[in-house]
């Protein structure tokens, strides 16, 4: 545990370099089985970190043009909090940045609604630059 968060950390930072090998370091939430109740606020840290490191290996990937990964790191993301827009934005950003932009605005509308369902809200104005880069990538 205190090897990945050192190496979170250095990634959030920007000092470690991203590989796709890290996706299975940060695929899941800490001793999931465990209903011991001491561990809740450990375990959310840890859950916080690794969203925000998936997140982050996402925006990076896709950057670098390693598409399939950053699309992957953003799925498992999601996946892990469905209702956390940052996680779907990047999964989004890494969709139109590798020149899908029919399946980024599926996956906004499928969220839009999603959020509509759950929450009876809209998807936050942080959306607005995602779906202008969905509309002008090709």
């Not at 968060?5 to 370099?17: E, F, N, Q, T």
């Not at 606020?41 to 290996?57: D, G, N």
């Not at 590798?98 to 999603?114: F, I, K, P, S, V």
Request: hydrophobic letters at 45%.
């Amino acid at each position: 545990l205190q090897d990945c968060r050192k190496i979170a950390r250095r990634m959030l930072d920007g000092r470690d370099h991203v590989t796709g090998g890290l996706h299975s370091a940060f695929a899941a939430d800490l001793l999931p089985q465990w209903e011991d109740g001491w561990l809740e606020p450990e375990r959310e840290s840890y859950r916080q970190l690794r969203l925000h490191v998936l997140e982050k290996m996402s925006e990076r990937m896709a950057r670098e043009g390693r598409f399939g990964r950053a699309v992957e790191a953003g799925l498992l993301a999601a996946a892990a909090a469905p209702l956390r827009e940052s996680a779907h934005r990047a999964v989004i950003r890494a969709l139109a940045a590798e020149g899908n932009r029919g399946e980024a605005l599926d996956r906004y509308n499928a969220l839009a609604a999603m959020l509509d369902r759950e929450l009876g809200v809209e998807p936050s104005f942080r959306f607005e630059d995602v779906l202008v880069e969905a509309n002008t990538n090709s």
